[in-house]
């Protein structure tokens, strides 16, 4: 039996200044929490109908709380309700250091729509990149709807929060900043090397005038043209992640 | 000053039975409508506020209203209604004849997210692929989430629905069948056609059973496994159809 109090709870944490004061997040489903039991992130409670609660096999330091399908629908943020909801604890942010730059990362200026943020997350998991990290203005993590589209991957990938100019002008000069734009260059006919930064920029305006001058080589994912010159503008901000991503790999292989 | 029945016959263009007993379809949005007044289809009427009504061209034989921003409102579906609503006439089925086979084409097998068929025919727009054939059970291209999703590349790729069992069928045997599957092999190091059928899968089940006998070559976009072998279980619908079509494209270049 569910309390008004914990509905509300539960319910204010769609909202970012409530995560940010019980610097606690939601995530809910089967396959998404089933994944998290293994994992990363401190389960503070588990809220699930009892046909889920009947198949799996929760730690006992994990408070659970059956409930029924109506109490579900009342605390899940989905169209359709699937069993379980967990509350979590958001961990402390990490420390980077100076080791991150030994290998790929992603910078993200201001990624807005949290279905996109999700996604790049995902992408960064497949593609074994472990640091991503978002300007100030980038879309919190925790949001359900992120939390949500990153599949589980929220539990493999660091994901930090920074005001980005200032972290740029603080990269070792012989880093290299990969910028993805539409006047770039072929990023197939680069050289790419294995490590540095890759700069993703907002999913209407790009990539920030203050961020420009701080990236060493422009990336432009060729496009294919046919219709007299008509073609897409671009491609959606998650999809270009996915492209470079990709590349990189593939030059590594 | 809009009827009652107009803005009921606008929103009842959200549901498949009446935009396929109409033969109409809804777009809006500043960008997306001024792309499309450009193009293909065949408008309708043009609702939109005074103001952008003021700087842009309309056609003779559109019919224009101009509406209040409360009444743009009521026959807007987005969160934050975008100046103007355009209704658009459906273009009866283009025949596809050999020559489609020429190139490469997408074949999408129950693609059920608005968002990824709409980033979809996005993506197919910039490599240049001007053929999408979806199963029955793929989501409605004219489905007012795809429309707003493909950003205007919509009128520009051919999105055609059929039972892909019979269509597979009568391809012609020497057309390569590509199918994306976490059990292919590495894209990389395959050789690639310039023309044949790229075919996606369901985002959660993947391709179809009866379907598989008809793929001639497996791709399997290959990950970077550093997390002790966890690791992002597939990639969306959308990103892997991207990876793909940026390798093909990048073969022919």
Partial sequence: MLS??????????????????????????DKLVTELLSGYFNIIEIFAVNEWLATHKIANHISVTEVSPAELERISALTTPNMVVALLEIPPSQNTDLSIFDKLILMLDEIKDPGNLGTIIRIADWFGISTIICSDHTVDVYNPKVVQATMGSIARVNVQYTDLKDFLEAVPKSIPVYGTLL????????????????????????????????????????????NNGNKA?????????????AEFTRRIF
């Fill in 4 to 29: 008004k109090n914990t509905i509300k709870h539960l319910q204010s944490l769609k909202q970012n200044k409530f995560r940010d004061e019980f610097r606690q997040f939601v995530a809910e489903g």
């Fill in 183 to 226: 006047n770039g260059e072929n990023i197939y006919t680069q050289e790419l090397s294995r490590n540095g930064i890759v700069l993703i920029g907002n999913e209407s305006k790009g990539i920030s005038d203050d961020l420009l001058p701080f990236i060493t080589q422009k990336l432009l994912i060729p496009s294919y043209n046919v």
């Fill in 233 to 245: 503008e671009s491609l959606n901000a998650s999809i270009a992640t996915a492209i470079v991503c």
